[in-house]
């Protein structure tokens, strides 16, 4: 049984072009290689180039899951550059345009232009009473307002609009402000 080994930079090449090594390829590199050499893989082969760009690439999808388990409101621009960061030694190349990353990005750029990113209060564990910080001004949202954003975020989620979106936020203190007004009129 004869395996072609592939070179560390044909390994190199094939992740640049996007191309997954998985822990099967690993081990089958790491065999082919120890029968090749008769004692094991070699320090710096290939089947330690695979075995480093596969572990690179399940970091960057362990990072994407993490992030894909967010809310599209909650995801940050910490979490856009660690996508980044983990996508470019994955793939040993900076991202392209509309590779995941770009995709991540430009949702937190949105999610930061629209004040979406979390905050400390966001943060506190559910059930704990944010205290009030001195005297704030309530802000007015109307009905037109919340139909904007259930617009905007429409198209944004491909039809679909989220009930921890923005614009859910907005319809709510519309409605807040609706019942308000009802009530110091009657």
């Known amino acids: 049984m004869s395996i072609d080994i592939p070179s560390v930079a044909e390994l190199h090449q094939a992740a640049e072009s ?7 390829d690993v081990s089958v590199i790491s065999h082919a290689e120890s029968e ?3 004692r094991g893989p070699v320090r710096g082969g290939p089947a330690a180039t695979a075995q480093s760009i596969a572990m690179r ?3 960057f999808e362990a990072k994407l899951d993490e992030v894909a388990r967010k ?3 909650q995801i940050t621009l910490d979490d856009a550059q660690d996508i980044q960061s983990s996508e470019s030694r ?3 190349r900076r991202p392209r345009i509309g590779s995941v990353s770009d995709q991540v990005w430009s949702i937190a750029n949105r999610n ?10 966001d943060m506190m564990p559910i059930g704990t ?3 009030p910080v001195g005297a704030e001004i309530p802000a007015y ?3 037109d307002d919340a139909r904007q954003a259930q617009r905007a975020e429409s198209l944004v989620y491909g039809g679909q609009v989220p009930s921890y979106g923005i614009a859910a936020s907005m319809q709510s203190a519309a409605d807040k402000l609706d019942n308000l007004r009802r009530n110091s009129l009657a």
């Open 112 to 121: 930061e232009a629209l004040g979406m990113t979390p905050t400390a209060a």
């Open 141 to 143: 949202v109307t009905k």
């Open 57 to 59: 690439q399940m970091n």
């Open 129 to 131: 009473e944010v205290p």
């Open 36 to 38: 090749y050499t008769g």
């Open 18 to 24: 996007g191309q997954r090594i998985t822990p099967e």
């Open 71 to 73: 809310p599209q409101s």
């Open 90 to 92: 994955a793939f040993e």
